[in-house]
T-cell receptor, first 113, second 111 residues
Framework: EPEVTQTPSHQVTQMGQEVILRCVPISNHLYFYWYRQILGQKVEFLVSFYNNEISEKSEIFDDQFSVERPDGSNFTLKIRSTKLEDSAMYFC???????????FGQGTRLTVV | GNSVTQMEGPVTLSEEAFLTINCTYTATGYPSLFWYVQYPGEGLQLLLKATKADDKGSNKGFEATYRKETTSFHLEKGSVQVSDSAVYFCALSATGNQFYFGTGTSLTVIP
């Protein structure tokens, strides 16, 4: 069964450092997302991406965040200068069409120290 | 705006008990509705979905019916198992394409 894969599964970084979280969505999917979940809390929307551009973003997704789909298969989330409050589980998701469910990856646990 | 309100947890049930987790929504347009499940230490798995009013989504013994008149999408299962212990999230997708998630309901099933 096709799945969304995310790497790394866990990343520890120092405050102020840049991190790149990587995702490989399901190959025939057209819509891509990043969400995050601070431990035990709500799943928060960050950004959606369609047709090689951002289609929606939340207030969380400020200038420190960026996304890229550099080669038609990978989908990355970059945080330029990490803050302690960026510590969370980050989930990538993709879906084929607008009415289908989204498939989520297993997540990357980001710990900022 | 768009939002999802879920029944507060945690919920603890004995094995073979009947499960209901309430979910109501507010949405612009005609949303699609989803239930996701998150097992400990894992990602979000799509459990079931419904894309229009009166649709019933079902999977692994779980069911939910899209009720437009009550703006609800309650999750039910007739007989829960220990392996159903997880956090359940109700979600919608409406205008635009992002998903709006509820706060999650933790279910623990005891033998």
């Amino acid at each position: 069964e096709p799945e969304v894969t995310q790497t790394p599964s866990h990343q520890v970084t120092q405050m102020g450092q840049e991190v790149i979280l990587r995702c490989v969505p399901i190959s025939n999917h057209l819509y891509f997302y990043w969400y995050r979940q601070i431990l035990g809390q709500k799943v928060e929307f960050l950004v959606s991406f369609y047709n090689n551009e951002i289609s929606e973003k939340s207030e969380i997704f400020d200038d420190q965040f960026s996304v890229e789909r550099p080669d038609g298969s990978n989908f990355t989330l970059k945080i330029r200068s990490t803050k302690l409050e960026d510590s969370a589980m980050y989930f990538c998701a993709s879906r084929q069409v607008i009415i289908s469910g989204a498939f989520f990856g297993q997540g990357t646990r980001l710990t900022v120290v | 705006g768009n939002s999802v309100t879920q029944m507060e947890g945690p919920v603890t049930l004995s094995e073979e008990a009947f499960l209901t987790i309430n979910c109501t929504y507010t949405a612009t347009g005609y949303p699609s509705l989803f239930w996701y499940v998150q097992y400990p230490g894992e990602g979000l798995q799509l459990l079931l979905k419904a894309t229009k009013a009166d649709d019933k989504g079902s999977n692994k013994g779980f069911e939910a019916t899209y009720r437009k008149e009550t703006t609800s999408f309650h999750l039910e299962k007739g007989s829960v198992q220990v392996s159903d212990s997880a956090v359940y999230f109700c979600a919608l997708s409406a205008t635009g394409n992002q998903f709006y998630f509820g706060t999650g309901t933790s279910l623990t099933v005891i033998p």
